[in-house]
């Protein structure tokens, strides 16, 4: 996800070069390397220990980062609509529509699927919640906006129009289950102090849901307004699409202030820790950020706003450098194996032996 929305950033920086392109691609390649190097290396674990996909399924802790996998892909289809599809054609904006659908099956699958899963876990407390329960929510964010900008380039105009139709409802089901979730966020803070050290991080999170949100409700503004008109959409309002891209705009402007009131607490939140120890969590500070300041510049492109256009550059700038601090500091620290330990496999490994001295005693 961090790759990956770094990739877009530079791709489509407001003050752009040839150079930036060209290391944006680099970037994405790097990314599906990645992604595909992590599925492979998912499958083989699941596969080898029998049983240990139930455990994460039912520890809340590990089942809320299986949302990243969707958002991941996500990014891989963007970037492959802005690079491939001017290159290759219709062909590539076939197989991204394709990969879209794979992708907002597994969003919703996460979104709707572990919050329940969280209900049902006992135990659970407002205190010992942290913001990356907003990580399965995000997914569908994400995919309804790689909706919106898919459809701005299919051939056919009526899947154009049903990829957007079901992006808005996408948006909705995101959304919507992301604001229940940041009232319980603004609650745990207010009655249990910031995160701990550990998860500090964490905090940038909320800007997730927002950012992209802001983002993904302009992006289908845009699609909106060039496809409801031609295409006789809601026949009865003639300017649906005006209405759509202009409260897109709106409704942009709105999410991106709660964002920024959002970003103060995170930042306040890490003077207040001040020091934190590296870990995983770290990787927090990419892609909330990133998918902020892609609302910031497609407001930019939008208004059109020099003040957004300048933000929005230099908020691209603070995220690329702060991913190559993070890819830096995950290379240094994995060296040592304890940077990716999964407690689902320990719980697994005891509960196999459990399972043997029960079976022993049995025979």
């Known amino acids: 996800m961090g790759t990956g929305i770094t990739s877009i950033l530079l791709h489509n920086l407001p003050y752009n070069g040839l150079?930036?392109?060209?290391?944006?691609?680099?970037?994405?390649?790097?990314?599906?390397?990645?992604?595909?190097?992590?599925?492979?290396?998912?499958?083989?674990?699941?596969?080898?220990?029998k049983g240990l996909w139930s455990e994460t399924l039912r520890n809340p802790a590990q089942a809320v980062?299986?949302?990243t996998f969707p958002m991941g892909l996500s990014?891989?289809?963007?970037?492959?609509?802005?690079?491939?599809?001017?290159a290759w054609g219709n062909a590539a904006a076939v197989f991204a529509w394709a990969l879209w659908w794979i992708d907002i099956a597994l969003a919703v699958a996460c979104n709707f699927y572990i919050p329940f899963a969280i209900m049902q876990t006992p135990g659970v407390h407002l205190s010992s919640m942290n913001a990356s329960w907003l990580l399965p929510i995000v997914a569908d964010i994400v995919a309804s906006a790689t909706g919106a900008i898919i459809a701005n380039v299919l051939p056919n105009e009526q899947h154009a129009l049903w990829t957007t139709i079901i992006?808005?409802?996408?948006?909705?089901?995101?959304?919507?289950?992301?604001?229940?979730?940041?009232?319980?966020?603004?609650?745990?803070?207010?009655?249990?102090?910031?995160?701990?050290?550990?998860m500090?991080?964490?905090?940038?999170?909320?800007?997730?849901?927002?950012?992209?949100?802001?983002?993904?409700?302009?992006?289908?503004?845009?699609?909106?307004?060039?496809?409801?008109?031609?295409?006789?959409?809601?026949?009865?309002?003639?300017?649906?699409?005006?209405?759509?891209?202009?409260?897109?705009?709106?409704?942009?402007?709105?999410?991106w202030g709660f964002g920024l009131m959002w970003l103060f607490f995170a930042l306040a939140a890490l003077y207040?820790?001040?020091?934190?120890?590296?870990?995983?969590?770290?990787?927090?500070?990419?892609?909330?950020?990133?998918?902020?300041?892609?609302?910031?510049?497609?407001?930019?492109?939008?208004?059109?706003?020099?003040?957004?256009?300048?933000?929005?550059?230099?908020?691209?700038?603070?995220?690329?450098?702060?991913?190559?601090?993070?890819?830096?500091?995950?290379?240094?620290?994995s060296l040592n194996g304890r940077l990716f330990q999964s407690p689902p496999l320990g719980a697994w490994i005891e509960k196999k032996r459990e399972n043997n001295k029960v079976n022993g005693t049995l025979v």
Not at 170 to 184: E, K, N
Not at 280 to 289: G, K, Q, V, Y
């Open 75 to 86: 990014t891989i289809i963007n970037m492959i609509v802005f690079v491939c599809v001017p």
């Open 167 to 198: 992006s808005y409802i996408l948006w909705g089901t995101g959304v919507s289950t992301a604001m229940l979730i940041l009232a319980m966020y603004y609650s745990r803070l207010m009655f249990h102090d910031v995160p701990p050290k550990e």
């Open 19 to 49: 150079w930036l392109y060209w290391i944006s691609v680099v970037i994405f390649c790097l990314n599906i390397i990645l992604f595909l190097s992590f599925f492979c290396i998912s499958v083989v674990r699941y596969t080898l220990f």
């Open 200 to 255: 500090v991080v964490s905090s940038f999170i909320p800007l997730g849901p927002l950012g992209q949100g802001a983002a993904g409700i302009q992006l289908l503004g845009q699609v909106s307004l060039k496809l409801f008109k031609s295409n006789n959409f809601i026949p009865a309002v003639p300017m649906a699409g005006q209405f759509f891209y202009v409260a897109g705009i709106l409704i942009a402007l709105v999410m």
């Open 272 to 333: 207040r820790r001040r020091r934190f120890p590296f870990n995983l969590n770290w990787w927090a500070f990419t892609f909330p950020l990133g998918v902020y300041t892609v609302a910031t510049t497609t407001l930019a492109q939008e208004l059109p706003s020099v003040f957004f256009k300048v933000l929005g550059t230099i908020l691209s700038v603070i995220e690329t450098m702060l991913w190559i601090m993070v890819v830096v500091g995950t290379v240094r620290c």
């Open 65 to 67: 980062f299986l949302g």
